[in-house]
């Protein structure tokens, strides 16, 4: 999925690990160079403002649970509609 953030497009893809159990998030830019790869969705946890990476969105990805278990979630419990989403909060 394409996105912008803060006024620059990304590209974003989020899979599930049936190995691990665990949902996981890549970053590339628009011309798909690698940003972050394998980043573990955890709900309340800022995603991408612990790396220190030249290209990286200023603001925040971050998994928010709506049940507010603030567990990992689940194959069926991530996505729209869903337990757990992703949201971008910009750069102060």
């Given at each position: ?12 893809k989020v899979y599930f690990s049936f190995r691990q159990g665990i949902w ?69």
């Amino acid at each position: 999925m394409t996105i912008a953030l803060d006024g620059v497009r990304y590209r974003l893809k989020v899979y599930f690990s049936f190995r691990q159990g665990i949902w996981f998030l890549d970053l590339q830019t628009d011309n798909q160079t690698d940003l972050l790869l394998g980043i573990k969705i955890v709900p309340e946890w800022g995603l991408i403002s612990r790396f220190q990476i030249t290209g990286l969105p200023p603001g925040e990805i971050i998994a928010v649970d709506s049940s507010e278990l603030n567990a990992p979630p689940g194959r069926d419990d991530f996505g729209l509609g869903r337990r757990v989403g992703l949201y971008y909060q910009e750069a102060s």
